[in-house]
């Protein structure tokens, strides 16, 4: 929601905790504070626009991958184990260092890219 322009949240409790009305009453702060600087600023908040980067099964030497609308096929002619070891480190490494910048949505796609290929690598 923090990158859209129009996001939300829906929060669903039966009751609010001390933490809850903290968390919500410091975002509202902090949201106060982000308007007024925008204001004076002339500054008008916009969704973020990013390329759609492809799949970490493409890379692969010797992998194809057919879309349907319900399931994605992977032909994994050609590759071999060790080639997938290879990119699932060097993936981990990319992974911890976008953590380590906090840039979690990054290492969140290469957290799911490296389950995908560890998956891939059990039916080697």
Known sequence: ???????????????????????????????????????EHGITPKTIQKAV????????????VTKTKKKTKVSLSNVNANEIDQKIKTLKKEMKECASKLEFERAAQLRDEIKTLSEIRLTL
Request: proline share 0%; hydrophobic share 30%.
């Open 1 to 39: 929601a923090a990158r859209n322009s129009e996001g939300r949240v829906i929060l669903y409790a039966y009751k609010t905790t001390k933490s809850m009305k903290k968390a919500i009453e410091e975002t509202a702060r902090r949201r106060q504070i982000q308007q007024q600087y925008n204001t």
């Open 53 to 64: 980067q492809g799949g970490v099964i493409e890379t692969l030497r010797g992998a194809s």
